[in-house]
Structures are given as structure tokens and as C-alpha cells.
């Protein structure tokens, strides 16, 4: 009982630390910048049949949110890294960025992820796409943690483009083709 | 012969003015238009030029400014978290206007309960709500932030006339104080200290655990507003995001607190044998001469002793600090003081840092060296650092400047451990608020209308002085392709750059990231170093301790450069467009003595025979029906009309150096970008090896969305790159290259990743 209250006070005081944290939206603040953004680009490849997925995440915000949700330190980028991290990482987008093709739900493949500076792209990559009708894309990543969090979608099918910009109030975007 | 050339050069361009009337199909009426040239001169968009703000962009003979000393009582309240101060205003109007009142900034009142700041931002329900804000939010208990004026009286202790509008309030003069002359006011005013923690704005205090706090204070006094021939008065308001527009003048500030505390300001201290303690003088005194690296005035045994205890006696600083636009201080008893002397033509600058035992050991290695470093690197792009010291303090998630000091952010963990991005971002904050002493602190443009002059300017320099600092941390390589995110974005969500920074959507990227991106290409790949330099010097001379405007940046940057830029502002700076030049088609020509079929058309319509045309050489494309093999490989000068020329006009001397090109290439650019820009190619030859060419972005003076350049070259080309070094914020490089490259940035990726 001692040992576990031990634990848990620690685990605690940590939570508080980041409670701390995440209350800031910190656009008044700073007069260097630091905005909460991501950036998920879409591209459907229609040789490939394939649906082609970037989505970039600063590496700190994404550390904070991960930190909260586990209660513990990942060192995300750095040698002391958690061995685990590919599976942190998979199962956080499969719970935050969700695909909708052709009115279903659909799956992708976790390619990869690559660090570069402070941010970690991550590659995903729904297959056997024989024709892109709609795509609807729900990305709720980071909004817990950062109340100004803007994640933007980009998506690329054929010579169209098209960009959203979700929010907290507003975690989904939605394509239709004809 | 010379004739005869003249008669064809004109026949030349005949024939082309008849083709382009052969192509015109239909007759349609076609409506007139203003000059939509992507280069046509600014003379619209700036204001037209006087003898205060030159043509040249130089400040000009008639140019005033007003001037405001200050004279200042502070009482810091540690106990209670309030500071009250007495202060003496002396105002100059050195303009050639009469001033029928004055008009004075309040910024503290956006934090007032009836602060308009909350009122004017939407947004829906927050994440969370901490009770405390909670009940602020919800429950009638709102912070009781804000100014409380005691008095406002003149010299004589007659109360003034006053009108608060939210930030600003309108001091009114008892008589119109006419040019050259001075009014002297006091105004006695306190009020509550917000916890910054908490309510996440700029300056106030953070509480620690052990019951202390760390004070940052700024815009805590009555200012006055800029007054010129710009804008009349600049009041628009303190919403808590544009920032300052500032008087200079000298400021004598004497300040209270705690016995026990430590504290820096803008200026030099007057009094530090009773500040300080003997050891601590002794220290604060030797420090002037350590060049070489940072030396303690307050050891962290000292500051450790201090925060154990609460003094509850006071001591008071006193501070001097000369032709400055703001006045700020920070104050506790958490403080540790490391100091390291930075010569400048033999003048010592003093770096401080000023930060609690939690910033260690990070601040220690590299708060003072940043700022050392930061204050060289600035002062090479503009002029010597002309204040006596550059201060930064250590404040959690906090970046902010005023003159002399600057609050930044950037913690170890509790166990004082950091990685590289803790470091870096820590580094990036203090070359960055350090550097605003430069623009606006000195520099001192108008914050609160064009962010983008102090942010984006400080931005663009901070590139140079962090690349200084640690080359492999911050690598010059990421600019300015950092910003085509940004720019390729939805247009709904873009504003130039040209806005006034509270209408600005993605502030950061609008106001910092995409005007440093541009200076940094204007001085790298558009104008080169050497000429980008001068012009930026000569600008940051000319508006040194002066109130400079866009135009005066703009005129100053082709004044002292003698180069055309008007399109490179007018697009970048003026418009949400972005640049992409694609290469459409590539066209191998070789070279033969025998008259085309265009050059035999082109005699037909003269009415002379292809015999009459004078000797010369012509150009097959390898796809027309008129190029055969034999013409693959030949060189121009096998041909005789050539080598007979080649024989009568040079010598064999001149003739050994002239290059001997076997191939032509036809290069059609086309630009899906609104921008124009240089067109930089690289051409991969068969053999490996590389070769450049920049063409100006003048080439697209005449045609806005395709040009078309012959190339000659001595072997055969492999490959074409635009923009390979990605020099020019490209939107989209997928038609950079030929052959075209079908692969994306995934399918590379992918590749990569299979393969390793
Ligand atoms: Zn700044």
C-alpha cells in the first residue's frame, strides 16, 4: 500500500506538472511564435489505387499529449526513446485519425514514421482503392491537449486540391466526387 | 552586309507581328484594362513621398519626433501581488504642430473586468476549465486587473481632465501646447499583478511552489502614444496581441521591493552598493572586464539562501536609462545574475542572465553566450549595439522584449535534464527577444499596426545569429522552404502581409515566418549578400532611434541597391499568392546549314528566294520531319558559312577560347504561381557532372504564364532541375523536373523503407 501510494503521488505530481501545461493556449503570450498545428496531406494516386498519407505533428505537442495519456515519459526523439513507440504511436492515430472511403470506414496500413527537426512525419497508406467517390477524414489529434490546435488536412485526387481546416468545435472534413 | 542584316532583322520582327494577327480568330470586342503588370511600381500603394519620410526612404529634413521623459516611484507588493507607482511625465513636442491633448496607453486595462479583449474573440467551449478560471469565467469573479488612477494634476497639483476609452485615455491640456514646447504632468496610479501562469498573458508573476515569485513587469505604467505625421495620434487599442508604438526619451526609476530580492531593469543601476552586497558589488564591478565567459554577481549558494526566507524589510534600486522607448523590470528572490563583457569597437556592452535555480543547468551554459552572440551577429547587420546591457531572464513559457530585457522561456526537467529541443527552443527565444533590441527597440517601427516590421524583420536576422551560434542546430537549409505550408494553404485563410496584426489569420506564419522567409530569399538568391547587406544596413542606420514605416523599408532596400524590387513587395509582401514554376517541355535542337522550312517560309513572304537570305545557320528540332541523323553530333563549326566567319574575325587565340555548343535545347517555363520569381535551373549532363543558370525573375515581364529560353550546350542534357536547393518557396515541386518525376515524397519513402 505504501509502495503504491508512493507511485501514485509521483504519477500525480507529474500529471499535475502537465496539467499545468495544457491549460495554456498560449497565442497571447508569446511574442516568439509557436502555433498548435499539424499537417495531414491526402493524395489519392489512382495508378496505385492507392490513398497516400503524410501527417506531421511537432514533436513536443505530440510528447505532452502522449505523456498525459500514458502518464509517463516517452522521450519522444531522443536516445532514451520508449522501445515501444511504434505501437504508441499506431494505436494514438488509429484512435485520432479516422478515414471514411466511400461511406466506409476504412483502414490503413502504418508505413512509417521519420523525425526531421522538431517534427515526426508519419506515412500510412489505405490500398485497393479502385475509385475515390467520397472521403470523409475525422482528425481529433492534439485537440485534447491544445485548445487552439488546428489540424490541417490537404487532399490531392487528380489535378483537384482541396484544404480543411479542423478545430475542436469542428474534427471532420468531408469530400464528394461525382 | 550591314544592310542587308538590318533589312532581315526587321523582317524578322514583321513576321512575327503577323503571325500573332493570323492566330486572332474570332472578333470579339475585347475590354480595355488597368496595368495588371506583376511589375508595375508601387507609387499606388505607398504614400507619396515628404520632407519627413523621403522619396529615398531616408528620414528627411524636416522630420521631428516627440520625445518623453519619465520620472518614476515604483513600490513592488510581494506580499499582496500589487505594485504602485508615482510618475512624472515630461512631454516634448518637437513637431510643428499645436497638441490640444495628449493621449496615454492603459495596456493594463485589457486585463479590467470590463476589458473589450474576450468580448471581440469567438471560439467555443474550452477543453477544460481549472476552477479558478471557472469561477472568473463563469461566476462573477473576474480578475481585478487593470489600471486604478489616483490622480492625474499638472505641475501645480491641478487635477487634469481626463477620458479613459478602454486602453487609451485622453489627458486634455489646460492650453494647446504649441511646437517646441514641454508639459509636465504627474500621474499616481497601482494596480493588481496578474499570475501569467494562470491567465496566460504577457508579463505579471509566476508562483513556485516554495512561495515565491518571479515578477516580469511591463506596460505597467501610463505611456504615452506615438504622436507624427504618419498617423496623427496612434491609439488604436491594446486588444493583447499587436504590440507597442513608443516615444523615446530618458527614464529616472527608482523601485521597491523586498530586501531580499534581486532585480534587472531597462537602464543602469545608480546605486548598487546599496542593492547589492559587498561581495555582490565586488563581483557586479569585476564582471565588466570578463570577456572571455560569464562570471556570477549573485552565486546560486546566494539566491538559494535568499528564497528560503521571506525579508520583510525593503531596499530601494535606482535606475538611469537614456533614450529608450519603454522601461521594464524583474524582480525576485529566486534570482541567480551571471554577467559576461562583449566588446564593441571599445565600448563594453555587459550580458546578463537572470534566472531561478530551475532553469539550470541550461541557463548557465548558454542564456549570457546567446546573448553575447546574438548582440555581435545583430550589430554586423546593422550598427553597434549602442545600450549599455542586454539582459534575459528566465520566465516559463514567455518570450517577450523591451528595451535592455527580455523574459524567455525554456526549463530542464526537475531532474535538470534537457534534450535538443528543450535547448534549441530555449536558444531560439533569446536570440529572438534579444534581437528585438534591434527591431523595433532601436529600429522602432509601429508594433501595433505592421507586426510583421518588428517580428518579421527580428525573424529574418535571428536566422543569421542562430546559424552562428550553432550551425547544426539551426541549419540555414530549412528557409525559406519552411513557409510553402503556409502558402500553398487555403486562400480563405491567408491575408497579406500588408495587415494591420490584429486582422492577421495564422499570426505566426503570417507576420513572422513568411516575411523572414522572404528577406532571407531576397538576400540569398534574389539580390546576393553583398548587395542585400548594404541595403539592409543603410535602412537600419538611417531609421536608428526613429519611427520608420514600410515604404521607408521598401525604398531604402532599392534606394541603396539600385535594384527594381517593387514586384518582389508587391507580390510577397502585398498579395496572398505563391510561387511555382514548372518546367512544361524541353526540345532538343541540332544545328545545320540548310534553310528550314520556317526560313523558307520566311523568304517566301519577303518574296525573295531562300538563296537571297543571308549566309547563316539554322535550328532542327529533333522531333520535326526535317532533322535526319547525319545532323546528330555535328558541330556548328563544321559548317563553312561558320568556319569561314570564325576565319575572318578571329584569331587563332580568340578562337581557341570561343565555346563550341552541338546542342540547343528549347526550355518552355511555365508558372501556375501568382508570384514571379527567378527561374533557377540545373542541368545534369550524360557525363554526371552539373551546371547553373539563374534567370531573373524579369523574365516574365511579357508573358505572366509561359516563357520560353533556347540553351546551348556541348553535351547532352539528362536531366533539368528548377530550383533544386528549393531557394524560391516552390508550392509545388512535383513539375520541377525533367523528365518529369512521378514518384512522390510517399512512394520514396516507402522505397527507403523497404529497402533499409
Ligand atoms: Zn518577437
Keep these: 500500500m505504501e509502495r503504491f501510494l508512493l507511485i501514485s503521488k509521483k504519477e500525480f505530481m507529474k500529471y499535475q506538472k502537465y496539467v499545468i501545461l495544457l491549460i495554456i493556449a498560449p497565442l497571447l503570450a508569446f511574442s516568439v511564435h509557436k502555433y498548435y498545428i499539424s499537417l495531414c496531406e491526402v493524395e489519392y494516386v489512382e495508378e496505385k489505387k492507392s490513398v497516400q498519407i503524410i501527417i506531421s505533428h511537432f514533436i513536443d505537442d505530440l510528447e505532452i499529449t502522449l505523456n498525459n495519456e500514458h502518464k509517463k515519459d516517452f522521450f519522444l526523439a531522443t536516445n532514451k526513446e520508449a522501445k515501444n513507440i511504434q505501437e504508441i504511436y499506431e494505436d494514438y492515430l488509429h484512435k485520432h485519425l479516422k478515414f471514411t472511403i466511400n461511406q466506409k470506414p476504412a483502414q490503413y496500413q502504418f508505413i512509417g514514421k521519420e523525425y526531421d527537426d522538431d517534427l515526426v512525419r508519419f506515412y500510412l497508406e489505405i490500398p485497393n482503392v479502385q475509385k475515390l467517390n467520397s472521403i470523409e477524414i475525422e482528425n481529433t489529434c492534439l485537440i485534447k491537449d491544445f485548445e487552439d490546435q488546428q489540424n490541417i488536412i490537404k487532399i490531392k485526387v487528380k489535378k483537384f486540391n482541396k484544404t480543411f481546416y479542423l478545430t475542436k468545435s469542428n474534427v471532420k472534413g468531408l469530400l464528394k466526387f461525382q | ?756
Aim: charged share 25%.
Design chain 2, 1 to 756: 552586309m550591314k544592310k542587308i542584316t538590318l533589312a532581315i532583322l526587321s523582317l524578322v520582327f514583321l513576321s512575327s507581328t503577323l503571325f500573332a494577327q493570323e492566330n486572332t480568330q474570332e472578333k470579339v470586342r475585347q475590354k480595355g484594362h488597368y496595368n495588371s503588370s506583376k511589375f508595375k511600381q508601387l507609387d499606388e500603394e505607398l504614400p507619396t513621398p515628404n520632407k519627413q519620410h523621403m522619396a529615398s526612404g531616408a528620414p528627411g529634413y524636416e522630420y521631428t519626433q516627440q520625445q518623453v521623459d519619465y520620472k518614476m516611484t515604483i513600490i513592488l507588493d510581494d506580499e499582496n501581488q500589487k505594485i504602485f507607482g508615482e510618475e512624472t511625465i515630461t512631454y516634448h513636442n518637437n513637431s510643428k504642430d499645436a497638441l490640444d491633448y495628449l493621449w496615454v496607453q492603459l495596456d493594463q486595462n485589457m486585463r479590467a473586468p470590463n476589458s473589450k479583449t474576450n468580448d471581440v474573440s469567438g471560439g467555443g467551449p474550452d477543453a477544460l476549465y481549472t476552477p479558478a478560471k471557472f469561477t472568473k469565467m463563469f461566476m462573477g469573479k473576474p480578475f481585478q486587473g487593470g489600471f486604478n488612477i489616483d490622480y492625474i494634476k499638472d505641475v501645480n497639483g491641478n487635477p487634469l481632465s481626463y477620458m479613459i476609452n478602454f486602453t487609451m485615455m485622453r489627458v486634455d491640456l489646460p492650453k494647446p501646447l504649441a511646437a517646441g514646447e514641454k508639459f509636465i504632468f504627474n500621474i499616481k496610479w497601482w494596480y493588481n499583478i496578474n499570475d501569467y501562469m494562470a491567465d496566460r498573458g504577457r508579463s505579471g508573476y509566476e508562483p513556485f511552489p516554495d512561495g515565491n515569485n518571479l515578477y516580469i513587469i511591463a506596460q505597467f505604467f501610463p505611456r504615452l502614444a506615438v504622436y507624427n505625421n504618419v498617423k496623427g495620434w496612434q491609439n488604436l487599442q491594446f486588444w493583447g496581441r499587436s504590440e507597442f508604438a513608443l516615444e523615446f526619451g530618458n527614464y529616472d526609476v527608482s523601485i521597491t521591493t523586498p530586501k531580499d530580492h534581486i532585480l534587472n531593469a531597462t537602464g543602469v543601476i545608480q546605486n548598487p552598493k546599496e542593492v547589492f552586497t559587498k561581495e555582490q558589488n565586488k563581483r557586479y564591478e569585476s564582471s565588466k572586464t570578463s570577456f572571455d565567459k560569464p562570471v556570477f554577481i549573485v552565486t546560486p549558494e546566494e539566491a538559494l539562501e535568499a528564497e528560503k526566507s521571506k525579508n520583510t524589510a525593503t531596499k530601494t534600486w535606482k535606475f538611469y536609462a537614456e533614450n529608450v522607448r519603454d522601461f521594464a523590470f524583474s524582480s525576485s528572490r529566486k534570482f541567480i545574475w551571471d554577467a559576461m563583457a562583449v566588446d564593441f569597437n571599445g565600448k563594453t556592452v555587459m550580458a546578463y542572465s537572470l534566472y531561478p535555480k530551475e532553469g539550470n543547468p541550461l541557463w548557465e551554459e548558454h542564456s549570457t553566450r546567446v546573448i553575447a552572440n546574438t548582440l555581435k551577429v545583430y550589430s554586423e547587420s546593422t550598427f553597434d549595439y549602442p545600450y549599455p546591457h542586454a539582459t534575459s531572464i528566465n520566465a516559463e513559457r514567455q518570450g517577450m522584449e523591451y528595451p535592455m530585457i527580455c523574459w524567455n522561456g525554456g526549463r530542464p526537467d526537475e531532474n535538470g535534464k534537457y534534450n535538443d529541443r528543450t535547448k534549441k527552443g530555449m536558444i531560439g527565444v533569446i536570440t529572438h527577444e534579444v534581437g528585438h533590441n534591434f527591431f523595433p527597440m532601436i529600429v522602432n517601427s509601429d508594433e501595433r499596426e505592421w507586426t510583421w516590421m518588428d517580428e518579421g524583420i527580428n525573424s529574418f536576422v535571428e536566422i543569421l545569429a542562430e546559424y552562428k551560434y550553432d550551425p547544426e542546430l539551426f541549419p540555414l537549409s530549412k528557409y525559406p522552404k519552411n513557409i510553402v505550408g503556409y502558402m500553398s494553404g487555403d486562400q480563405d485563410q491567408l491575408s497579406p502581409i500588408m495587415t494591420q496584426g490584429d486582422n492577421v489569420f495564422n499570426f505566426g506564419s503570417n507576420a513572422y515566418a513568411k516575411p523572414a522567409a522572404g528577406l532571407f530569399m531576397l538576400r540569398q538568391t534574389i539580390m546576393g549578400p553583398e548587395m542585400f547587406d548594404h541595403a539592409f544596413k543603410t535602412y537600419a542606420k538611417r531609421w536608428k532611434f526613429k519611427h520608420p514605416t514600410p515604404a521607408d523599408f521598401f525604398r531604402t532596400m532599392e534606394d541603396a541597391s539600385a535594384m527594381d524590387l517593387d514586384w518582389f513587395w508587391r507580390g510577397w509582401f502585398y498579395t496572398t499568392g505563391n510561387n511555382d514554376i514548372g518546367i512544361k517541355e524541353v526540345k532538343k535542337y541540332h544545328v545545320t546549314d540548310k534553310p528550314t522550312e520556317q526560313a523558307e517560309n520566311l523568304a517566301k513572304r519577303y518574296g525573295i528566294t531562300v538563296d537571297q537570305l543571308p549566309p547563316s545557320l539554322y535550328l532542327v528540332s529533333e522531333d520535326s520531319k526535317e532533322y535526319t541523323d547525319d545532323l546528330k553530333g555535328k558541330k556548328p563549326e563544321d559548317y563553312t558559312v561558320l568556319n569561314n566567319y570564325l576565319q575572318d574575325n578571329f584569331s587563332a587565340e580568340e578562337k581557341a577560347t570561343l565555346k563550341a555548343p552541338k546542342y540547343f535545347y528549347e526550355l518552355v517555363f511555365d508558372k501556375p504561381g501568382d508570384l514571379v520569381m527567378p527561374i533557377i535551373v540545373e542541368f545534369e549532363y550524360e557525363d554526371g557532372s552539373k551546371e547553373r543558370k539563374q534567370y531573373p525573375a524579369e523574365i516574365w515581364r511579357l508573358n505572366d504564364n509561359e516563357v520560353t529560353k533556347v540553351f546551348p550546350s556541348s553535351k547532352v542534357i539528362s536531366k533539368i532541375t528548377i530550383d533544386p536547393d528549393e531557394e524560391t518557396a516552390d508550392v509545388d515541386t512535383s513539375n520541377n523536373s525533367w523528365p518529369k518525376n512521378t514518384e512522390t515524397q510517399f512512394d520514396n519513402f516507402k522505397k527507403n523503407q523497404i529497402k533499409g
